[in-house]
């Protein structure tokens, strides 16, 4: 498998993308990754840092799309730019999939312009998975589209339905819509329209409206909202989170006592966390697309870099873009 | 202060509504408590749970709007119920505050069409307070009108700051739109706008959007967002806070080892759960109203109860509804 990287994408850039595809070629001989970026600031990380190896190759360009950058005009502008050189490269078959953790609104804007949507397909999305009691299911669209009418939220069930199937292996997966109550009028309107469109789809398995405080039990399989909406959740998750969990050491080193108790505690807090990191979960998938593009956390270290590549090989070795493309011509 | 209370709102209704009123009536004996509800019902509980108290009094009803019943439906139907019948004596000066833990979207529309909104605000809101890492701070709307406008959302603002600085004392509170971005152009057409609005009115301290990984943070005093949103940020708290502290108690109770460790802990995760705790916060006011409206949890207990009894002093104590209306009027 070929893996076309941003090497300029995000907080941690080039160091902590190098490493991490360094960790991933390592774990797996059968990866070979192509590093995008400015080919000298590339090669001098990779010698200073120790990280040469012979499944590293460089694809020169020269700018970078910065986090703050407008996405539209940065992606009109910066033609020679690691995302939009990346792409081009996967859009000639230079590779089996992008990798970025670069702008999203960019990345995002670049892709469909790139590589184009499946036939009939009138949204993509990000499909992130989220860490839950019942392992990792996957929520969409996860901050692409500020709005979406209910025909693309019903779009956005098929697809993540076609994904985790395959990802995962899970057979007619749960689909909720995140809403404001369970019944079937709450809401906005577009989410009251997407509930009756998506209960006659027998091309999912619909069941119902997901409040939000049930996210976690992981009872649906595919979480179904707007990009508006999904931002707020995951944004929300890891706030709450991170100030629990912050709030929870604060008690365990409080005393000489109470480090002492905490080191009892110390493995079952360790896999505790695990359960709920997301560096475990590799990136975000854009799909809807015709070739795999993923998003990377924008603070991803190399860790984070290691598995959104090693988790990429599913979705390209499996039949998720075909399958999507059934489902459609189905319809 | 005349408190007339639903006795039959929420899911524990009527004993631990009662109990809640009899626990406030004793902290603070200058209160006065009316029981809205079947008067039969309401004197069996009180003696057979020995809960008579001289500052309660009964307005008998027969009738109770449940929570699944439609709200506008119920409120034209069920004139003799609970809410309905309690809202109308406040109207009448028969006291000082209404407080039900019953149907949200009933209270909501019953209120608005009884008691009248101030003159000059569009929607009325319900305001809630979130426990951070710098005390309560408000949320509003926190689920009373799924969508609001740019204007709406500026009117919001004034009335929060309002509310917070004459129930918390905090001189010119800072104010955030909850949004997926930092910056000004992030979010839904309304958003977009209501940062605008938000930027050049100069009675508030408008001080930018907020991410929701920032809320429990505390910066913001006074964060403004639709009620779809605010329903969406509260029920994510909820059930993310939940899930992660009955997963830390599963590490704890996981052998003997670790419940000798957590004993050494114990003080210490209570005094933190305390601060993340609702039910210290008491209910959440309706504001905009022409008179103090308090919606308390559906699933309150006794304490909850005697604590939105007791925290309604302030609402009712306070200048604030003067104060929107002044505010109102400089406009």
Avoid: W
């Amino acid at each position: 498998m070929k893996v076309i990287l941003d090497a300029f994408g995000g907080d941690n850039s080039p160091l902590e993308v190098i490493k991490g595809a360094y960790q991933a070629v390592c774990k797996d001989p059968s990866i070979e990754v192509i590093l995008c970026g400015n080919r000298e600031i590339i090669e001098k990380v990779i010698s200073e840092n120790g990280l040469s190896h012979k499944s590293f190759s460089v694809k020169h360009c020269t700018e970078k799309i910065e986090g703050d950058d407008d996405p539209i005009k940065a992606v009109k502008t910066k033609k020679d730019s690691s995302i939009i050189v990346g792409l081009n490269l996967l859009k000639e078959e230079g590779g089996d999939v992008f990798i970025s953790a670069g702008n999203t609104g960019a990345l995002f804007t670049a892709s469909n312009l790139i590589l184009k949507r499946i036939k009939g397909i009138k949204r993509s999305a990000l499909a992130a998975y989220l860490p839950t009691k019942k392992g990792p299911k996957l929520i969409l669209d996860a901050g692409a589209n500020v709005t979406l009418s209910a025909e693309y939220l019903n779009q956005l069930a098929m697809m993540g339905s076609t994904y985790i199937e395959a990802d995962k292996g899970i057979k007619k997966p749960s689909v909720g819509l995140i809403n404001i109550g369970a019944e079937a009028t709450k809401g906005t309107e577009a989410l009251v329209e997407a509930y009756k469109i998506m209960s006659e789809n027998p091309e999912i398995n619909f069941k119902g409206n997901c409040e939000p405080r049930y996210i976690l039990d992981g009872e649906f399989d595919v979480l179904v909202c707007d990009g508006f909406t999904g931002n707020i959740v995951i944004k929300t998750i890891e706030g709450v989170s991170k100030t629990l969990m912050s709030g929870i050491k604060g008690v365990m080193y409080k005393s000489l006592l109470t480090k002492i108790c905490a080191l009892g505690l110390k493995k079952g807090m360790y896999e505790f966390k695990k359960q709920f990191d997301y560096k475990e979960y590799g990136g975000t998938p854009i799909i809807g697309l015709k070739k795999p593009v993923i998003k990377a956390h924008g603070s991803s270290d190399a860790k984070a870099f290691m598995n959104a590549i090693l988790t990429s090989r599913s979705y390209v070795k499996s039949d998720i873009i075909a399958g999507i493309e059934r489902k459609m011509n189905v319809e």
